[in-house]
């Protein structure tokens, strides 16, 4: 009777090896690009100079939202940005906000609003958009800076934020496009 041992090494390793490697190679998957083949919630996480804000859209229950369909327009802060934000707004280590998924969930949805806005959208609204939290932001012309315009605030003072000199943002990389929206990654927390 012949043994397996035997039989193995009649047949040779290389054969077997060959058969037994697509079973035990890591499954592969396709990569994550915006490219509006993926949801945004897929390319957030996929973005490793994101992940401080997918964890603080995870703790806060906003992720499941934005897992839906949708569309939403979503001004993603860097880790930079949220190292240099305020505690309060989740910014540091943001210990305090962080532990209260409703104070966080206010200060998210003032970075998410409905619709899939490209930079290109935004300039046809004349740079307004209004948040989930019901706050409004404005984008300067040209697409670059965008602020958190302050509740009565007169058009001309947003427009001064937004064009740089206030607390605005930079629009490092827009129209990041999703299945269900659109990401543009953002260097400041707004607020």
Known sequence: MISRRHLLRASGAAPLAALLAPACAPERREPVTADGRFPIMAILEDTPELSRFVLLLERSGLAETLRGDGPFTVFAPTNAAWAAAPPEAG???????????????????????????????????????????????????????????????????????????????????????????????????LL
């Not at 605030?153 to 607390?167: D, K, L, M, Q, Y």
């Not at 605005?168 to 659109?182: E, H, Y």
Request: aromatic letters at 0%; hydrophobic letters at 45%; charged letters at 20%.
């Open 91 to 189: 910014g540091g280590t943001g210990t305090a906000v962080s532990a209260d998924p409703q104070r966080l969930a206010a200060v998210l949805r003032g970075l998410i609003a409905r619709g899939r806005l490209s930079r290109a959208d935004i300039a046809a609204r004349d740079g307004q958009i209004v948040t989930l939290d019901g706050g409004r932001l404005r984008v300067a012309p040209g697409g670059q800076q965008v602020a958190r315009v302050a509740a009565g605030a007169t058009p001309a003072a947003a427009s001064a934020r937004a064009a740089g000199s206030g607390p605005a943002a930079t629009i490092t990389r827009p129209d990041l496009r999703a299945t269900n929206g659109v990401i543009h990654v953002i260097d400041r927390v």
